[in-house]
Each structure stands twice: as C-alpha cells, then as structure tokens.
C-alpha cells in the first residue's frame, strides 16, 4: 500500500512528498454502525454488513463516518467497531476509519488504534465545535491527527454542511501538503465542483479525490474522479457501478438515466430531518439486515412513516438496483 516508510518526526516537505499510496478505484460505503434495541452497538451484524458489501462490488467500508454516527459513539465504541470491520473485511475490503473528534486526544488515540488493528487507511473531519479559523489551523490539527498513524494513509473529510469548515481543499493542500508525511487524499463530500476539481490537479493529481455526493457523482466521473465514498452505497451499490460503466463506455445518455435515478432515490428521504440517517436505516432493514435504531438526537421513523417511505422508494424504483 505505502510505496515508502515514513519520514522520521521533524523531516522537510521533500521527504514528505516521496511518500506515494494506492488510490482508491470503485465505490467504498460509509458504513451505518448497528444497534441494539436499546441502543447500544451491535458487533454481531458488521460480518453480514461486510459480506453484502463484497457481494454487491464495493471495495472498501469507511467506519464510523457521519453514515455511523460517529460523533454519537464513545471512543469505546468506535474502537471495537474499528475493529470488528477489520476482522470482518478479511482483506477484501479496504477498511478506512474514521477519527475525526473534538479532542485531538481521542483523535489520536483512535488513529493509533486503527494503526494497531491494521486498518487499511484513516480519514478525519475537523473540530465542529471550537472549529479551526483557517487552512493552516485545520493542517495543524490534521498533522497531530496523521502523526499518531504514520504508516497509515490520511483522508481529510471535507464536509463543511455538517463541520462549519469550509476551507478550500486546495488552501488546505498548500498548507498541509509539507506538514502530513502520510497525507494521502481527501473525502470530499461538497457541492464546490471547482475546488475538487483544482484539488484533483494540485501538485499535479498527486492526491486521491474519493467524490462523496452520491446524487452528483457523474459529475464528479466527469471532473476525473476514480473512486467514491458514500452511504447509498451500502443499499444501491449496483445502481452506481451501473453508472460508472456506462460513463466509461461514453453511453453519457444511461449514465444520466442512472444518475437521475439515485436522485429520485435519496429525494424520498432528502431534507425530512436534519440528517439523513434514520432513512438509511429504514433502507436497510428494506434490504434485509435490519441495523436497529438511531441514537439522539436522531429521531427514528414511526412505523407509518416507515410504510410510507417504502412506498415513495417502490414508486422510485429502488428495489430495481438495490443491493442482496
């Protein structure tokens, strides 16, 4: 995976930037975090969350994302999850994990965790309450965070919708690119097609874009991009993968086609809470593997808006392409 060992603490920017890594090509799912009843996790359903993941094409589970409620869980929690995903993955799945918190403590030690367990890689959203005032705070905060996980590859996860940061990835490259030995890419889950574009040719393309709107994603494969992270992946990975070989077959027309359909998908669901996750869920247990509730603040559906919204799926034509 790394082409290099890391530099030694204090190293210049020339011996960061040696520092190459495998970049993602396909679809890796943000994973939801199972739950019991009560609410607590449920560490027993990850084998079957990891085993429709490689039957449906993905090649990689994004742990404890915004998908799985990450900010929600204790760092207890996280680690066990982390974990569990690395056992269940067995190596057919790049597993990355999220560890992204308001304490640079617990940020490093999930980080160093994930190294220890041998994760695949690592990604991290910024500090949402006391938030960095600009690009060379966020790649400050961002250094600490990769140091604890020098071999491991970092993903800084750009989601200013949910953070309240929102620092250009391009600033963000030009402050961090001489700071993160081990900085590999960026999950980038906004609408400002311009900076993933003039990020993806940033020091030319030598980070990995993973796309993360998936309503927008052709556009993204239009602007270069060659793997993607995302929650509908867990539930209509076929829809997508569908897509992407249309697009790379020059069929534009299918690939439109394709794409309007996951938008009338995720319109069932868009902008009816302040988070889209009791929804995903609900999908879920509609594709048999029921992940239990959400935590609160979150609010779960009633049992008639459940009905409902399996309905407004049927008449979207959502069992057409989701995932067994």
Known sequence: MIASKPPAAGAGAEKARKMTFEKIDGLVAAVNTPMNADGSIRLALVEKQAGMLVRNGV???????????????????????????????????????????????????LAAHAQQIRAWGIGAMPPCFFRPA????????????AAAAPSLPFYYYHIPTMTGVNVSIVDFFRAASSRIANLAGVKFTYEDLMDFALAMEFDGGRYDMLFGRDELLICGLA?????????????????????????????????????????????????????PMPYNKAIMRLVGLDLGPVRPPLVNLTEGQFESFKAQLEAAGFHEFCCK
Not at 69 to 98: C, F, N, P, Y
Not at 241 to 263: C, N, P, V, Y
Request: hydrophobic share 45%; with cysteine; net charge neutral.
């Open 134 to 145: 600009g690009a060379d705070d966020l790649a400050a905060f961002c250094a600490e965070a």
């Open 223 to 275: 602007l270069g991009a060659r793997g993607a992270i995302g929650s509908t992946f867990n539930y209509a990975a076929p829809l997508y993968l569908k897509l992407i070989a249309a697009f790379e077959a020059g069929d534009l027309t299918a690939a439109r086609r394709l794409q309007r359909k996951s938008m009338h998908i995720i319109d069932c669901f868009r902008c009816k809470q302040p988070s």
């Open 59 to 109: 090649v990689g589970a994004f742990v404890c994302g915004t998908a799985g409620e990450s900010l929600s869980l204790t760092t207890q929690e996280r680690m066990d999850l982390a974990e569990r995903w690395v056992q269940a993955a067995g190596g057919k799945l790049k597993v990355i994990v999220h560890v992204g918190h308001d304490s640079i403590k617990d940020c490093t030690a």
